[in-house]
């Protein structure tokens, strides 16, 4: 099965289609229910299945495409073609990460899909990460810790390396609060603690207002920031609200999750050890006092400052890999494993430059306290990997191996030329309409069955158009009304149906 996606017909149509909007669930999972969804089974499901029925411990190379639909659907699959594990996708970078999730939103629109972010800015630019995404990475690591078969992770591969706190700390600093429970003594210093923030009015993650019987706060396990109504100590109800309007919802929660916004924490047994190694940094190099003693007091005083994630070494020396937080046998999709490589070998090489660089900068953690190396990656024991490549590099996989069948080959078309060739037509309407419809018909030749998705009901009529032009039959329906396998029925009896 083939599937379109909507930027790329937008070259296709030459129409001013509005960009697809990625599904929110790479920042805030979702979940919902729909009437008559019905999942995508790819075949290459079944052909993996086999292969481990047949050696469970086997790693497998999937030859012939990199391409993110199919790996979208696969993942998506409902059949546990993996044995009921845990799916974790590893790309090469965040923009990769990106249009994977949109993919991914297509076929499982009701799967709440957790993606791993990595800092958004260097360590040595003086600049300083986004707060929000370090709370994604807290609730990417919090669902870890609790991966259910099926689950869907995702994740680049500078995102699985970047270090974070160790398991145990997480486990330790996670707090839940039930309605009907009554708060604990010195909860509000706990608060502090963990890296909350008293404001007056809660819109962003790590902040929290009481006003009254009522304590507004936003946790990163939750997608919007919880209400609670109090009669003194005691919780007595629990609900959502909308932090632009700020109006709760009418339906109640069983809990509260109260998760660190921060992947570091203050300890006091720990404070004069974790000062220590931030002088350490300071050795040799000329920087400004002034900034040294800003540092230096927001440590003593545990007080939490723009930055402070750089330090992660200091506060953990054996910081842990997100990859330590899983404790559930994982299945790990990895595409363009040579690409993914490239990445990480050029954003080794860019940080160790950049670290040279930066002598006088005042957070200046070495390279190695904030990153692995990818060949140093701790997989879970138990985990299963598929590699996905485009080409089969026989120095890989040795004579055994291939003997073991752990090649699977699986050839899916590459639609950049399809793409290029349109937009190489584009003042040559005619030839246009003509090469698409021998593209797609070639297609449906070959067996495919092509899908075309897009993102509005007016967008699909006017695809609807250009494929009568090109003298194809659509057939349109809903997402959340697809029927896979009577459309793939259809498609086989009628050439000219897409």
């Keep these: 099965m083939l599937l379109f996606w909507c930027g790329e017909l937008s070259v296709i149509t030459l129409m001013d289609f509005e960009d697809m909007e990625t599904n929110l669930a790479s920042e805030n999972p979702v979940g919902g229910t729909m009437d008559s969804y019905e999942p995508w089974h790819p075949r290459l499901g079944a052909l993996v299945a086999n292969a481990w029925e047949k050696d469970p411990n086997r790693n497998l190379h999937v030859v012939g495409t990199t391409s993110y639909t199919l790996a979208a659907g696969m993942v998506a699959d409902s059949v546990p073609w993996d044995g009921a594990r845990a799916r974790l996708v590893v790309l090469p970078t965040d923009d990769d990460v990106a249009r994977f999730v949109e993919a991914l939103s297509f076929f499982t629109p009701i799967h709440p899909v957790y993606v791993l972010p990595h800092f958004d800015v260097s360590p040595y630019d003086n600049l300083y990460p986004n707060p929000r995404l370090t709370a994604q990475r807290i609730k990417w690591l919090a669902a870890a810790q609790e991966a259910r078969p099926g689950q869907i992770f995702v994740a680049s591969v500078m995102a699985l390396l970047q270090k974070t706190l160790p398991f145990e700390e997480l486990a330790h600093r996670t707090l839940r609060v039930g309605k009907g429970q009554c708060l604990e003594e010195g909860f509000y210093k706990k608060l502090s603690q963990l890296g909350y923030q008293n404001?007056?009015?809660?819109?962003?993650?790590?902040?929290?207002?009481?006003?009254?019987?009522?304590?507004?706060?936003?946790?990163?396990?939750?997608?919007?920031?919880?209400?609670?109504?109090?009669?003194?100590?005691?919780?007595?109800?629990?609900?959502?609200?909308?932090?632009?309007?700020?109006?709760?919802?009418?339906?109640?929660?069983?809990?509260?999750?109260?998760?660190?916004?921060?992947?570091?924490?203050?300890?006091?047994?720990?404070?004069?050890?974790?000062?220590?190694?931030?002088?350490?940094?300071?050795?040799?190099?000329?920087?400004?006092?002034?900034?040294?003693?800003?540092?230096?007091?927001?440590?003593?005083?545990?007080?939490?400052?723009?930055?402070?994630?750089?330090?992660?070494?200091?506060?953990?020396?054996?910081?842990?890999?997100?990859?330590?937080?899983?404790?559930?046998?994982?299945?790990?999709?990895?595409?363009?494993?040579?690409?993914?490589?490239?990445?990480?070998?050029?954003?080794?090489?860019?940080?160790?430059?950049?670290?040279?660089?930066?002598?006088?900068?005042?957070?200046?953690?070495?390279?190695?306290?904030?990153?692995?190396?990818?060949?140093?990656?701790?997989?879970?024991?138990?985990?299963?990997?598929?590699?996905?490549?485009?080409?089969?590099?026989?120095?890989?996989?040795?004579?055994?191996?291939?003997?073991?069948?752990?090649?699977?080959?699986?050839?899916?078309?590459?639609?950049?030329?399809?793409?290029?060739?349109?937009?190489?037509?584009?003042?040559?309407?005619?030839?246009?309409?003509?090469?698409?419809?021998?593209?797609?018909?070639?297609?449906?030749?070959?067996?495919?069955?092509?899908?075309?998705?897009?993102?509005?009901?007016?967008?699909?009529?006017?695809?609807?158009?250009?494929?009568?032009?090109?003298?194809?039959e659509a057939e349109i329906f809903e997402l959340t009304h697809l029927p896979w396998t009577s459309c793939q029925e259809a498609q086989q009896r009628e050439q000219e149906l897409v």
């Design 199 to 472: 404001v007056s009015l809660v819109d962003e993650v790590g902040g929290y207002a009481l006003r009254g019987g009522i304590l507004d706060i936003f946790s990163p396990f939750h997608n919007q920031p919880v209400r609670l109504e109090l009669f003194g100590d005691e919780v007595e109800s629990l609900r959502l609200f909308n932090p632009e309007t700020q109006r709760s919802e009418s339906s109640e929660i069983d809990e509260l999750v109260l998760l660190p916004p921060r992947e570091i924490g203050y300890e006091e047994d720990q404070l004069q050890e974790v000062i220590a190694r931030y002088r350490a940094t300071l050795e040799g190099r000329d920087v400004e006092s002034s900034e040294i003693e800003m540092v230096l007091h927001s440590l003593t005083q545990k007080q939490y400052f723009p930055g402070i994630e750089f330090l992660v070494g200091c506060f953990y020396p054996r910081a842990a890999f997100p990859l330590e937080h899983f404790c559930a046998e994982l299945s790990v999709i990895t595409l363009d494993p040579l690409e993914v490589a490239r990445h990480h070998d050029l954003t080794w090489e860019t940080m160790a430059a950049d670290f040279v660089e930066s002598t006088s900068s005042v957070i200046r953690p070495a390279v190695t306290d904030i990153y692995g190396k990818l060949d140093g990656l701790p997989w879970p024991e138990g985990t299963r990997r598929i590699d996905f490549s485009k080409i089969h590099l026989a120095e890989e996989w040795g004579a055994e191996d291939q003997q073991q069948a752990n090649i699977i080959e699986y050839p899916a078309p590459d639609m950049a030329e399809f793409r290029k060739q349109t937009v190489a037509l584009l003042n040559k309407p005619t030839e246009q309409i003509q090469y698409i419809r021998d593209k797609i018909s070639q297609l449906k030749n070959d067996g495919f069955s092509v899908f075309i998705c897009t993102h509005s009901q007016s967008s699909a009529s006017r695809i609807n158009l250009l494929l009568e032009k090109c003298e194809l």
